[in-house]
């Protein structure tokens, strides 16, 4: 290899380091995903997280970022050896980073990377990463906007609870802004014990990872399967477990396939009755009921009663104290960020056009709640 080849490839790979940062700042986890080869893998021992392949990649890492208040990542060259078509580095990051849940942070680490030339370029074989520091004491800054209001709701929990507040956290408050706090472990077994008591049976998981396993003991082999529409669905992996593969029979794919004009009678059969409807939920009450907010209401047959069975995955900063609480935070919060989705998906802003409120499951085993400990979703 001569030395213009080499200098090339060294351009070439910090600009793929360069990449990285700014799809990791940019939450673009599909851009980031494609940094890697195909079987390519990201380690975080530290956290810890490993990620095997592409739609490891970007779901688990939409996962975590969804738990973000804010993020800043600031990468600084580090060594690249390089030996024909596969090379070996080190990036060293500093990072500053807030939680929806209030712990921020001050670290840095090391990046330590292979890398492997492919037909699109440098790629990503490995990036394990290293923490070499870390400083948990809280961050006195904030981003702008709606997370500046979240770090001062939550600093005035913070001071409520050294002065003996109990129970009381952010979103118990109830205020604007505060809807994105995951619940406290009393306040999601409060939530737990009175779905149990309303006829649903209620699980609380550890996160969206169990969720996703749990999710395949739950259904049966070649169930006929409708997944609503749901962040929660779509950055877990649940979605594109059911939708995917062959296990099931998914509702949703076929459907899209369908005339709109010439089979909406076909189309409104298949999502209302399904054999399963695995979803979520915009709110769920520590008095035991689920709040369901729709625009067009497709998704409310199957939750009311039309699906034989129906499992809804719930993140932790859904629960609220009761259910004006719940319709605040569907207005509040939960709309907003479906608007900015609608908005950049369809070109026209979402609406609650329709609510559907479950108090009791009538039917036993009908109504599955997995309830998780992180927060995830709208």
Known sequence: MND????????????????????AMMRDRP??????????????????????????????????????????????????????????????MQE????????????????HDTYRRTPEGW???ERVYEVRYVDTTPLAGSAPGPGAQAQAS???????????????DASATGAAGDFGAPASADRLDRAIAALRANGFTAELLD???????RIKDLIPKGAGVFTGASETLRLSGIAQDIEAGDRYQAVRPRVLTMDRATEADRIRRLTATPDVLVASVAAVTETGSLVI???????LPASAGGAARAIWVVGAQKVVPDLS????????????????RAQAAYGHPSAVNRLLVLNAEPQPGRGTVLLLREAIGF
């Open 96 to 111: 500053v980073a807030r939680l929806l849940d209030g712990r921020s942070g001050l670290n840095f680490a090391v990046y």
């Open 123 to 125: 790629r990503f074989a």
């Open 154 to 168: 939550a600093e005035a929990g913070d001071a409520g609870r050294a002065a003996g507040a109990g129970e009381a």
């Open 207 to 213: 996160d969206a990872a169990a969720a996703r396993a």
């Open 4 to 23: 213009f080849q080499e200098i090339a490839d060294r351009v070439e790979i910090e600009a793929l380091r360069g990449e990285f940062t700014d799809a």
């Open 293 to 299: 907010a729709s625009g067009s209401g497709s998704q």
């Open 31 to 92: 851009r980031l995903a494609a940094l890697f080869t195909p079987d390519g893998v990201l380690r975080m021992p530290d956290i810890p997280v490993e990620f095997i392949g592409r739609d490891e990649i970007r779901t688990g890492g939409e996962r975590l970022q969804s738990q973000w208040d804010f993020f800043v990542q600031n990468s600084h060259p580090g060594t690249i050896r390089i030996d024909g078509d596969t090379a070996v580095g080190r990036t060293y």
């Open 325 to 340: 609480t719940a319709l605040r935070r569907v207005e509040e919060h939960a709309l907003p960020l479906e608007t900015v």
